[in-house]
């Protein structure tokens, strides 16, 4: 006597089967958004993005200073935290 195999196992084999007649497939289609671009950028091309942007071109100016500026006032926001919480457990009752 033959034995069944359960539907879901059955399931299981073809879908096995199927993904790899798919995998071994020569040609493969694109994803719907590829085509969607490929069909946008055929008349209309996407200009070059840069990895980086444009160095800025001045070696000293206002750049390089407000960099300075914006680490001094996050130190300067830390330090004022530090001196509040001392405080605040300073005045606190033990």
Partial sequence: MEQEMPEHEQDGQEREFDLR??????????????????ARWKHNPPGPVPFRPEPDHRSRGRGSRSSWV???????CVAAVIVLLGYLNFRAPY
């Avoid at 914006?70 to 300067?76: D, N």
């Fill in 21 to 38: 007649w798919a995998d071994s497939a020569e040609h493969k289609e694109p994803s719907a958004r590829a085509r969607m671009l490929a």
């Fill in 70 to 76: 914006s680490t001094a006032v996050v130190l300067g």
